[in-house]
C-alpha cells in the first residue's frame, strides 16, 4: 500500500466500547483535534473493520476522528467468527442506530460522515434516516446492494475480468450449487466445523480481496484472509447480501431527497470491479447536486494511490468550510 498521499500516521487520544444492547459491545476511538470538525469514518464489507490508516485520511489538526467497528467485526465483540456472535441483531438499520448512539454519547451534534463502498451504503442508509446530523458526506465506490450490483460481483459477472481469482471461488462449490452462489455459501459459512467455515470464509474474502486493487496487493490479500477475520468478514457480508441489506430494492437511489441538501463528494475508480462505476453514475444522475469525481487510473480500494487522494482532498475542502453550525 502506497499511502503516501495521506496525513501522517496517529494515535487516538481516547478509546471505548460502547453497549449498543443485544449484548453487543461496539469498540470506538477518537483521535485528532478533540475540538476539531467531527468525522465518522464507516468501514467497509460490512464486516471489514477499521485500520490504523483509515485515521489518515483527515487533517489531524482540524479533525475530531472517530473511527469504529461495527457490530461483529474488528475490534467489537462478540466476532461473527465466535460461536456466540447472533447475526439476527446485525442489520443495516441496527448499525444505523449505532451510529446515531455514538454520536448522541460523544456529544456530537453534526458530524462529516464518511465511507466507502460498503461504507458508502451505510452511511447513505444514516444520512437519509437522520439527515440533520449530518453537516456533510465524503463517499467511495458506491454500493447500494441492489440485485445486479451482488449478481456482478458475487454470482458470476466479474469473473469475465478475474477467471484466475474467481476459479478458487468457485472451486468451495460443488457445480450443482453454483447457479447460487451466495446462497451456496451460506450454507457453508455458518456451519459450526471451522474445517468447513474457514476455507470457504478465506475463499470468500480472498476472491473480493483480490479484485478490489488494480494491481494485486499480496499484502491485503494476506491481512485480509487470516482465519478469525476472514470468517467473521465472509459471514456478516453474506448476511447482509442474503437479505438484500434489509433495503427495498434500489432504496437508497430512490430517496436521495432526503439528503439533497448536503455537501456531498462522490469519488469513484473507473476501474473498480468490485463496486462498478455504473452505480455512482446511478446516484449522479439521481443527485447531480453532489460532485461526483472519477479517477481514472484506479480500481476499487480506497488504498489506490488516486483515490487516497481524491478523498483527502474531498475531506481538506470540507475542513476549509469550516466547523457547521446546523
Ligand atoms: N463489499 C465491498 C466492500 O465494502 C461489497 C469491501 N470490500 N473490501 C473491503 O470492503 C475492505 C478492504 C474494507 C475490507
Known sequence: MNLDALYPPIEPYETGELLVGDGNRVYWECSGNPDGKPVVFLHGGPGGGTS??????????KYRIVLFDQRGCGRSTPHASDPAADLRYNTTWHLVADIELLRKNLGIQTWQVFGGSWGSTLALAYAQTHPDAVSDLVLRGIFTLRKHELEWFYEGGASALFPDAWAGYEEQIPVLERSRMIEAYHRRLFDPDPAVHVPAAQAWTR???????????????????????????????????MHGGWLREGQLIEDVDAIRGIPAVIVQGRYDVCTPMMTAWDLHRAWPEAELVIVDDAGHAASEPGIARALREATDRFAAAGRPVR
Open 52 to 61: 490504523d490508516w483509515h485515521r489518515r485520511f483527515f487533517d489531524p489538526e
Open 207 to 241: 476472491w473480493e480481496a483480490t479484485a478490489i486493487t488494480l494491481r494485486p496487493d499480496a499484502e491485503l490479500i494476506e491481512r485480509m484472509t487470516q482465519p478469525a477475520d476472514a470468517t467473521a468478514f465472509a459471514r456478516i457480508e453474506n448476511h447482509y447480501f
